[in-house]
């Protein structure tokens, strides 16, 4: 592969990674906007159970981590699913 071959695709993966990030933020926008308030119709009147906060909280971890997907971790370089305070930190 030449020196303009390698600098193409890496041009190349540099554009759909950007691309994939920007798509990534839009997901995240969409779920925060209109999901979850679907999802929470009237929670005000729902008497709120540490049972149903936990739910609620695994689900949108769920939704989170469906959106992000996996990191490659920087040690191992082995790729990993997000830990609950990465997602937090989104």
Request: include cysteine; hydrophobic fraction near 40%.
């Amino acid at each position: 592969m030449t020196r303009s071959e390698m600098c193409g695709v890496y041009l190349l993966t540099y554009l759909l990674t950007y691309l994939l990030t920007y798509l990534l933020a839009c997901l995240h926008t969409y779920l925060i906007t209109i999901i979850f308030p679907v999802v929470l119709y009237e929670c005000e009147t729902w008497s709120l159970t540490l049972r149903v906060e936990r739910k609620l909280r695994v689900f949108q971890n769920m939704v989170l981590r469906r959106i992000f997907g996996p990191r490659r971790d920087e040690v191992t370089g082995e790729w990993r699913r997000l830990h609950n305070e990465e997602l937090n930190d989104l």
